[in-house]
């Protein structure tokens, strides 16, 4: 089984940063790519970033030149710089975690930008 811990989040202000990071504990073996997905109310949940095994990073349009995805394979986290924010980015956000051929998730942390 893994579990995912994540930490960071909160309340900002627009134009401000918030740094979110993803701990993976458990059997972590067969983990191939790692990211955060988030959902606003009414909507569904969506890619904001992922980094695979092998280098690849995948971000979505809407956060390409204020969101980083890095990865640090010793602590096996994964965390996300969030710079820029706007209203628009506020919702939960969830760690992801591809193993084999599931999708894991951790328990979600709020991001709220205001006006």
């Known amino acids: 089984q893994v579990q995912l811990v994540e930490s960071g989040g909160g309340l900002v202000q627009a134009g401000g940063s918030l740094r979110l990071s993803c701990a993976a504990s458990?059997?972590?073996?067969?983990?191939?790519?790692m990211g955060w997905f988030r959902q606003a109310p009414g909507k569904q949940r969506e890619l904001v970033a992922r980094i695979f095994n092998g280098g690849r990073i995948d971000y979505a349009d809407s956060v390409k030149g204020r969101f980083t995805i890095s990865k640090d394979n010793a602590k096996n986290t994964v965390s996300l710089q969030m710079n820029s924010l706007k209203p628009e980015d506020t919702a939960v956000y969830y760690c992801?975690?591809?193993?084999?051929?599931?999708?894991?998730w951790g328990r979600g942390t709020q991001v709220t930008v205001s006006s």
């Open positions: 992801n975690a591809r193993r084999f051929s599931d999708d894991l």
């Open positions: 458990g059997s972590i073996s067969g983990i191939f790519a």
